[in-house]
């Protein structure tokens, strides 16, 4: 009589804790090449472990992930926040099942946990033109710190910067090229170089704000104290921020972020007939899809 062969035993699956993770998480962030995404990440998995830390002895797994989503949403956070911070996690199973911490069929269900729905597309804000001069004339230019914020902004109104291209901004990417002013081998998102051209009326506003402040090299914009004295040799992408944010008040625009007046660069260089890859370019978009969503996003009808 023979024998019923016994079907061979499936290996344990391998459970990683939450507790033990912050050696993968250290692995997610040097798999990032743009210092943005890591910082985001960074906080997105700090945050999921602090969600999750009162489940004492928890594995990290689908059911985890499902009731962290659920967490999110409870705090009613926006789609594009919820899917950054899942993202993230994902991203950490990955990297735990790639050097044998996690089973892939635990990190296979932690990858199939879906996001929250985005519904139409985000629009952010647009200023007009006049909206865009209201803004530009707040600051107190009788003041230091007045011209500083005034360079801040003309700066994010007229080359279309990323804030944190603005913080990083020095006295050697300003160069002189065929006659007129440019922002070069400005080092941007995603790793990518690009030059911007300056506008007069932007250069008079640094070269007021430099002039003032008696800086002439290193970072272009510098912290001011409360007594009108510089301090420092940069500033933080946050007091950008916050510069923005003043501005908008005194001028009743509502909420406005440094990414606006971005997006207001790109809209009036497009009513002055500026071309779609024009404003790629000057924007430093690796793809036309995402400065053609800047287009359909401000006006469907095909005006940024």
Excluded at 220 to 247: A, N
């Amino acid at each position: 009589m023979k024998q019923q062969k016994s079907k061979p035993k499936s290996p344990p699956k391998r459970v990683l804790r939450l507790p033990d993770l912050d050696h993968t998480k250290m692995s997610v962030l040097n798999t990032l090449g743009s210092p943005q995404s890591q910082r985001a990440y960074d906080i997105a998995i700090n945050d999921f472990t602090a969600c999750t830390a009162q489940s004492h002895g928890s594995h990290f797994n689908k059911t985890v992930v499902l009731r962290y989503r659920i967490q999110l949403e409870a705090k009613h956070l926006a789609p594009a926040t919820i899917n950054l911070r899942l993202a993230a996690v994902r991203r950490l199973a990955h990297e735990a099942a790639d050097v044998g911490l996690l089973s892939p069929d635990l990190a296979a269900g932690i990858r199939r946990v879906k996001g929250a729905k985005r519904l139409g597309v985000r629009l952010g804000n647009w200023l007009s033109a006049d909206q865009a001069k209201t803004i530009l004339q707040c600051p107190n230019r009788e003041v230091l710190i007045g011209k500083r914020d005034r360079a801040i902004l003309a700066v994010l109104l007229g080359c279309g910067l990323r804030r944190s291209e603005a913080a990083q901004l020095t006295f050697e990417h300003l160069q002189r090229r065929d006659d007129h002013w440019a922002i070069v081998d400005l080092f941007g998102k995603g790793g990518h170089i690009r030059s911007v051209p300056v506008p007069d009326w932007v250069k008079t506003a640094i070269d007021r704000w430099t002039s003032a402040a008696k800086i002439e090299s290193g970072c272009l914009f510098r912290c001011v104290t409360k007594y009108g004295t510089v301090w420092g040799d940069s500033i933080t992408e946050k007091v950008i921020w916050h510069v923005v944010r003043r501005y908008a008040r005194q001028s009743e625009l509502g909420k406005i972020a440094p990414h606006d007046l971005r997006r207001t660069c790109a809209r009036l260089c497009h009513d002055a007939g500026g071309e779609l890859e024009q404003i790629q370019f000057l924007l430093g978009h690796l793809s036309v899809q995402t400065t053609e969503q800047y287009r359909v996003a401000s006006n469907p009808s095909g005006r940024l």
